[in-house]
């Protein structure tokens, strides 16, 4: 896939205030990317205007929640699938994002066993770093 997917509410079952993907830029087999821009009326934005790093993580979580989605929609399913956050390891955070900032994450899933996937993910605004992590997910 090379273009954006037109609508993001079609691969992920959150919607607003906690809609934390705006767009699935790339999908290819187990990895995908996408991006959020931090707007002002960001559930998770702290009172300097910052994103938290429980921010983070659920924008990293849903941007699985869109891949999972995006191969189910393209597997023949009616909705996207329902996932879970099961834990989060080695989680960094350099720097938390301002809002205006653009946020582009780059995930790729990994071994499954159980029902769990395991994935790890990288954050980036302006070309750099902002946050990492892996993570064990459910998706129902």
């Known amino acids: 896939m090379s273009a ?7 691969l ?7 809609l934390m993907v705006d767009a699935l830029l790339e999908a290819q087999d187990d990895t995908a990317t996408t991006c959020l821009t931090v707007r002002p009326d960001n559930y998770f934005l702290d009172e300097d205007g910052r994103l938290d790093e429980t921010g983070l993580i659920e ?11 995006y191969k189910a929609l393209r597997a023949g399913a009616a909705q996207p699938p329902v996932g879970y956050i099961g834990e989060v390891k080695k989680f960094r955070c350099l720097r938390r994002p301002r809002t205006g900032e653009t946020l582009r994450t780059t995930l790729t899933l ?9 994935l790890t993910a990288e ?7 902002v946050a990492s992590t892996h993570l064990k997910i459910f998706i129902a």
């Open 4 to 10: 954006p997917f037109p609508d993001i509410t079609r």
């Open 110 to 118: 990994g071994a499954k066993a159980g029902g769990v996937t395991l």
């Open 123 to 129: 954050t980036q605004a302006d070309g750099r770093t």
């Open 59 to 69: 924008h990293i979580a849903q941007s699985a929640s869109a891949l999972a989605g």
């Open 12 to 18: 992920i079952p959150q919607r607003a205030p906690i």
